[in-house]
C-alpha cells in the first residue's frame, strides 16, 4: 500500500508520520530511508531496522513541546552556527552589503518596516514567503550586523551537497537537514538554536512559489513559536519571482519588494480566538493552525498592499 497514492499522504503528512514513528519509538530515521519509504511495508521494515523501544504512545498528534524541550546539545549540523566565527561572519556580511546595493540598481529594490526588525529582541522567528532561490540573500542583506550573525536557517540537505553549495551553507548559516524527510531533526535544530538566543530565518511554505502566490504554510514556524513562546516577524516578499523565473538560470532586472510586518506572540493570537469563543485550550493541532493561518494572512495582507 503506496503512501501518497493509496492513502493520499501528502508532503508533510508524510513528513509527520515519520516524525510520529521516531517520537514513538526512540529513533531517528535519515533522509535517505525516509525518503525511500514508499510503501506501509517499507515504513515497517525500516522501523524493525531501527530496533526502536516504544517508550512513547503512537500518534500523529505529536506532544511538541516535549519533544522541543528535549531536544539536546549534540546536534553536529548546528556546530557551524553555534560556534563564534567573527572573521567569517564579518567577511560574510561584507558580501552581503555588496549584494544589497546590486540589488537596490538591479532590482530597484524597496524595503519597508526595517525599524520593525530593529525593534527586535533575540531569539525570534523571522517568517517570510518564499518565491525563488534568491529570497534568503535579498532579505539577510538588509539584517543589521548584530542580527545577521545571529541568523540561521534549516534547509534541504540535498541542496547542499556539493562544494560550492557547502560554501553557500556557510555563507547563509544553514543548518543541512531535509524537514520534509527529517521533520523531527529539523523541528529539534531550529529548538536549539533559539534557545542560545539566535534568530530563525524560516519560510512556511517549504517550497518556492514560482507563480507569485502564496501557497500552503507548513506549522513548523507555529509549533516553534507556540511552544517556545517566541514572537513571529512576518516578511512579504514581491518581485523576485520574476527575477528568477522557474526552469530559468537567468536572472532578469525587475521590481522587487520586502517588508517587514509587525511582530506578534502566538500566545496573543490564540487569546484572542479564546475570547472570541473559540474552544482550542486542549487541541494543540488547532492551535497550530490558528497561528498559522494568521500569519498566511498577515503576510498575504502585506502583499496585497505592497501590488496596490
Not at 519509504?37 to 504512545?57: I, K, Q
Amino acid at each position: 500500500m503506496n503512501l501518497e497514492i493509496d492513502l493520499g499522504l501528502d508532503s508533510l503528512a508524510r513528513a509527520e508520520t515519520f516524525a510520529a514513528l521516531e517520537h514513538a519509538f526512540s529513533t531517528e530515521f535519515n533522509g535517505d530511508e525516509a525518503a525511500t519509504a514508499l510503501t506501509v511495508r517499507d515504513v515497517v521494515a525500516l522501523v524493525e531496522s531501527h530496533n526502536g523501544s516504544g517508550t512513547h504512545p503512537l500518534s500523529t498528534d505529536l506532544n511538541w513541546a516535549q519533544i522541543l524541550n528535549e531536544s539536546n546539545e549534540d546536534f553536529p549540523e548546528m556546530r557551524t552556527v553555534l560556534e563564534d566565527r567573527p572573521l567569517f561572519i564579518a567577511f560574510t556580511y561584507s558580501v552581503y552589503r555588496a549584494f544589497n546595493l546590486f540589488c537596490r540598481v538591479f532590482m530597484r529594490l524597496e524595503v519597508q518596516g526595517i525599524d520593525e526588525l530593529k525593534q527586535m529582541q533575540r531569539p525570534f522567528l523571522i517568517c517570510p514567503n518564499h518565491q525563488s532561490y534568491l529570497d534568503p540573500f535579498v532579505i539577510c542583506s538588509n539584517y543589521p550586523f548584530e542580527f545577521f550573525r545571529n541568523t540561521f536557517h534549516v534547509g534541504a540537505s540535498m541542496f547542499f551537497q556539493s562544494r560550492f553549495m557547502t560554501w553557500v551553507a556557510r555563507m547563509l548559516q544553514v543548518v543541512p537537514v531535509d524537514p520534509d524527510t527529517q521533520l523531527m531533526r529539523a523541528m529539534k535544530a531550529g529548538a536549539i538554536g533559539l534557545k542560545h538566543g539566535k534568530i530563525l530565518n524560516i519560510y512556511p511554505e517549504g517550497e518556492r512559489a514560482y507563480d507569485g502566490e502564496l501557497h500552503q504554510f507548513k506549522k513548523g514556524a507555529a509549533i516553534l513559536a507556540t511552544e517556545l513562546d517566541l514572537p513571529i516577524l512576518p516578511v512579504a516578499i514581491d518581485g523576485l519571482h520574476k527575477v528568477w523565473a522557474r526552469r530559468s538560470w537567468r536572472i532578469r532586472p525587475g521590481k522587487v519588494k520586502v517588508r517587514f510586518g509587525k511582530p506578534f506572540y502566538a500566545r496573543e493570537i490564540l487569546a484572542a480566538a479564546t475570547a472570541g469563543g473559540d474552544s482550542i485550550e486542549q487541541d494543540s493541532a488547532a492551535k497550530y493552525e490558528l497561528v498559522t493561518e494568521h500569519l498566511r494572512q498577515t503576510i498575504a495582507g502585506m502583499i496585497e498592499d505592497m501590488r496596490t
